[in-house]
Nanobody
Framework: QVRLVESGGGSVQAGDSLRLSCTVF??????????WGWYRQPLGKSRGLVAT???????KYADSVKGRFTIFRDNAKTTAYLQMANLEPEDTADYYC?????????????WGQGIEVTVSS
């Protein structure tokens, strides 16, 4: 059974940095077929995209995090990371990792359980 395990969240001060990690367990998918994404959901709001990285390494970011957040991957560890710098109180949210296994017939999507990030001013 495929499951994603996130780590690295916590409570920090504005201007601090955090690195979130997301590792997949129980997967038989080729790392080269995986697309990773980080999403976040502030309290009382809907979940939105933060960043994605394609199976070829191309990254995209939400405008609100460009220049501060970096998504990257380690195929050998089947892990995706979200490096967050210069954090702002507006970054406070539950962060979710999403993995999509690209398949010619049907893509498979998996979500992590979510991890809390709190940024105080």
């Amino acid at each position: 059974q495929v499951r994603l395990v996130e780590s690295g969240g916590g409570s920090v001060q504005a201007g601090d940095s955090l690195r979130l990690s997301c590792t997949v367990f129980g997967s038989d998918f080729s790392p080269n077929a995986l697309v990773w994404g980080w999403y976040r959901q502030p309290l009382g709001k809907s979940r939105g995209l933060v960043a994605t990285i394609s199976n070829s390494g191309g990254a995209k970011y939400a405008d609100s995090v460009k220049g501060r957040f970096t998504i990257f991957r380690d195929n050998a560890k089947t892990t995706a990371y979200l490096q967050m710098a210069n954090l702002e109180p507006e970054d406070t949210a539950d962060y979710y990792c999403k993995m999509t296994a690209i398949n010619p017939i049907r893509d498979h999507e998996y979500w992590g359980q979510g991890i809390e990030v709190t940024v105080s001013s």
